[in-house]
């Protein structure tokens, strides 16, 4: 399995970008795709989810602010970020787990998210 991501990049806060990330290979059609980031020095945190039903999970920080989406018939998960901060600095991981007898977990090479003031 492989994730591709792409669509970081630098913008001025306020502004907004959006990220993909296509997964390939052998996937259960019953996953649930995701959002991580990670900025400097601190651990990776959750910033969204997504399951094949359409059900979301967002972190409190980007409630409101950003979206995610998918493609099922494309394996493409998306994330819609709008009104970004400076604290939304970050390498954005996106992830994928599904259950094919035991539980699989991947995750993308990661995308730099730089907001500036």
């Known amino acids: 399995v492989q994730l591709q991501a792409s669509g970081g990049g630098l913008v001025q806060a306020g502004g907004s970008l959006r990220l993909s990330c296509a997964a390939s290979?052998?996937?259960?059609?019953?996953?649930?795709m995701g959002w991580y980031r990670q900025a400097p020095g601190k651990q990776r945190e959750l910033v969204a989810t997504?399951?094949?039903?359409?059900?979301?999970n967002y972190a409190n920080s980007v409630k409101g602010r950003f979206t995610i989406s998918r493609d099922n018939a494309k394996n493409t998960v998306y994330l819609q970020m709008n009104n970004l901060k400076p604290d939304d600095t970050s390498v954005y991981y996106c992830?994928?787990?599904?259950?094919?007898?035991?539980?699989?977990?991947?995750w993308g090479q990661g995308t730099q998210v730089t907001v500036s003031s």
């Open positions: 992830q994928i787990k599904f259950a094919l007898g035991n539980w699989y977990t991947y």
């Open positions: 290979g052998s996937i259960s059609s019953n996953n649930v």
């Open positions: 997504i399951t094949g039903g359409g059900s979301t």
